[in-house]
T-cell receptor, first 114, second 113 residues
């Protein structure tokens, strides 16, 4: 199955600073998804990227899919304490019409200091 | 239902006992996933059901773990002869169709003592 490496493992920022987490794969990905998990909570779907070079924005969050579809990033501008949590990327083993299992990156734990 | 429902939310069991964890997916969702998450760790894939197809069991860590999905809806994850290393949050998720959003339940927190 497809694997992704996610970095960094931890990120501590002051409120107002920017934050970026990256996912990288050695193989071409058909799609990539991003999830946020608050402390003590369950993962919540944020977005899915499927096109080469795709960029999507959700308020202060910017998601990018690389041109070669081997990497992706999530960037948060001017972090707030509500951004605290673990951010995961995930890839589906999609082949033809089969979505397949979803494999998650290791996650980046974001801490925001007020 | 409104979301993915899991039960029990918390379970403490003695080593060697069997446990059953239940997942009730969102009505109409054809795909169902089970994941395991140890404290502070990532999500470990266990098993994936898609419609009437044979499930992808490639993530089950040992033959003590099994899962079934009856009638294409409710799923039960069974862990036999539990060990302390089985202690984790077991998360269920469901999806309605190809490339659609995946929704997670709140999880079942399992502690083996």
């Amino acid at each position: 199955g497809q694997q992704v490496m996610q970095i960094p493992q931890y990120q501590h920022v002051q409120e107002g600073e920017d934050f970026t987490t990256y996912c990288n794969s050695s193989t071409t990905l058909s799609n990539i998804q991003w999830y946020k998990q608050r402390p003590g909570g369950h993962p919540v779907f944020l977005i899915q990227l499927v096109k080469s070079g795709e960029v999507k924005k959700q308020k202060r969050l910017t998601f990018q899919f690389g041109e070669a579809k081997k990497n992706s990033s999530l960037h948060i501008t001017a972090t707030q304490t509500t951004d605290v949590g673990t951010y995961f990327c995930a890839v589906a083993n999609a082949g033809g019409t089969s979505y397949g299992k979803l494999t998650f990156g290791q996650g980046t734990i974001l801490t925001v200091h007020p | 239902g409104a979301g993915v429902s899991q039960s029990p939310s918390n379970k403490v069991t003695e080593k060697g006992k069997d446990v059953e964890l239940r997942c009730d997916p969102i009505s109409g969702h054809t795909a169902l996933y089970w994941y395991r998450q140890s404290l502070g760790q990532g999500l470990e894939f266990l098993i994936y059901f898609q419609g009437n197809s044979a499930p992808d069991k490639s993530g089950l860590p040992s033959d003590r773990f099994s899962a079934e999905r009856t009638g294409g809806s409710v799923s039960t994850l069974t862990i036999q002869r539990t060990q302390q290393e089985d202690s984790a949050v077991y998360l269920c998720a469901s999806r309605s169709g190809f490339r659609n959003t995946i929704y997670f339940g709140e999880g079942s927190w399992l502690t083996v003592v």
